[in-house]
């Protein structure tokens, strides 16, 4: 690890674990420690894919790339060509490049140094980025400048002054936890700018959907729904692994909120928004996983107890095709949507292991399991290093989650990640 702060949080993420029953944790010893192995193997090939690309021009990572036909995207692509720069995709790039670079310091130097090297140029470049007006924005066109993307047509975006968005969420813990890395003496304003981003969310200031206009209008307009909390709960896990555990009492705020405002106790899953059936079962998921990071630390058993269930419910009505749904009715069951996208699988992977480690509850691991056969089977292409983004029943489909870049090592990479952390303890 980087120093003593990083020891210094494992030593305390240790110490408050709860006490994992051993005879247990033995039955499944083998097979998690060969899932370890695999997805070390998974992430090794997708940073290796990463870094063989090269970049788009003054460090930006090359993700265009189609994933069913593996062909890259061209300037006659659009919106998915290499003219146009989501700093979304960025931002989680170079949060996982600085995650990756630590993890392996000790374990393998030689690689550690090359993703060092590969994230140097998109800290620049997205640090100046930033530095700008204080924000991220979601696409940034050919000339460098933050735009909007409709039927074809780009328009410039609005200046968001107090808005604050997801592309926020993602630049600023990429630019928080790269800088401990390159520039040590920003890691404060980049906690600063976190902060802010966390500020927003809980004052009404947060906009969901970056493809309107930056504005206070569009925001009241916008439905109750946990993903601005749920994405920011990732912070508290990053927050303790670098040794800012006193910064994260936002995060008990946040899971609080979703359990009282989303929690549906007639189908045990989280409303996505308040008051209405659909299930967003992914991110219900993810928020189990963060919810875990967090609880490590600060253990409240009532919690624990109660996303463990969320999670296996999710794992039991969400698993209905070839991976895990991205849309069900709450009340039924039945399918709102036939896309099943890749990454709602590596993170049940991260949240099973998570919730296995901090309870011992074998019934995590059987849905492991299964989200580990449906990645590794349907979706994930170790040849190329990458994954198909979406599948219906019948095949993979170009459908485009959030944006067409492909994943840097953020869902599935990060999530292996801590899925292979919590096998080695």
Not at 11 to 20: D, F, N
Not at 61 to 74: A, E, Q, R
Not at 107 to 117: I, K, M, T, V
């Amino acid at each position: 690890m980087k120093n003593g702060r990083l020891r210094g949080i494992q030593g305390e993420q240790a110490k408050s674990t709860p006490i994992i029953n051993s005879r247990t944790v033995s039955m499944h010893t083998e097979w998690i420690q060969d899932s370890a192995e695999r997805y070390d193997a998974c992430n090794r090939a997708t940073l290796n894919w990463l870094m063989a690309r090269g970049d788009l021009g003054g460090g930006f990572l090359n993700t265009k790339v189609h994933s069913i036909t593996g062909n890259d995207y061209d300037a006659a692509s659009g919106a998915r060509g290499p003219d146009y720069t989501y700093g979304w995709i960025q931002g989680r790039g170079l949060e996982a490049l600085a995650s990756f670079t630590m993890h392996y310091k000790d374990l393998d130097p030689a690689f550690s140094d090359r993703l060092r090297e590969t994230g140097a140029a998109l800290y620049r470049r997205l640090a100046e980025k930033q530095a700008g007006d204080g924000h991220a924005y979601f696409l940034y066109g050919p000339d460098g400048q933050p735009v909007i993307a409709r039927d074809g047509a780009f328009t410039p975006q609005a200046p968001a002054g107090s808005v604050y968005t997801y592309s926020d969420a993602f630049v600023s813990k990429g630019l928080f936890a790269a800088s401990h890395l390159y520039e040590p003496e920003m890691s404060g304003n980049y906690l600063t700018y976190l902060k802010e981003v966390i500020a927003a969310v809980e004052d009404g200031r947060f906009q969901m959907d970056e493809k309107k206009p930056l504005s206070q209008e569009n925001i009241a307009a916008e439905p109750d729904d946990f993903g601005p909390r749920m994405i920011l709960l990732s912070v508290s896990g990053l927050l303790h692994r670098l040794g800012y555990s006193e910064e994260t009492d936002f995060a008990d705020r946040f899971i609080a909120h979703v359990l009282d405002r989303h929690f549906d106790p007639d189908s045990g899953l989280l409303l996505t928004i308040h008051g209405e059936d659909t299930c967003n079962v992914g991110h219900a998921i993810e928020f189990c996983g963060f919810a875990f990071e967090h609880l490590a630390v600060r253990p409240d058993q009532e919690r624990l107890d109660r996303i463990v269930e969320i999670l296996l419910r999710c794992m039991e009505i969400g698993m209905q095709g070839p991976g895990i749904a991205l849309y069900l009715s709450a009340s039924s069951g039945a399918l709102k949507s036939p896309y099943f996208p890749w990454w709602p699988m590596p993170e049940a992977i991260r949240a099973c292991a998570l919730g296995y480690q901090l309870t011992g509850d074998s019934r995590l691991i059987a849905p492991w399991k299964k989200a580990d056969a449906a990645f590794f089977t349907q979706y994930w292409r170790q040849n190329l290093g990458f994954a198909y983004q979406t599948r219906t029943v019948d095949g993979p489909v170009d459908f485009v989650p959030a944006t067409p870049d492909l994943d840097p090592g953020y869902h599935t990479g990060l999530s292996l990640l801590a899925a292979i952390r919590s096998a080695g303890r």
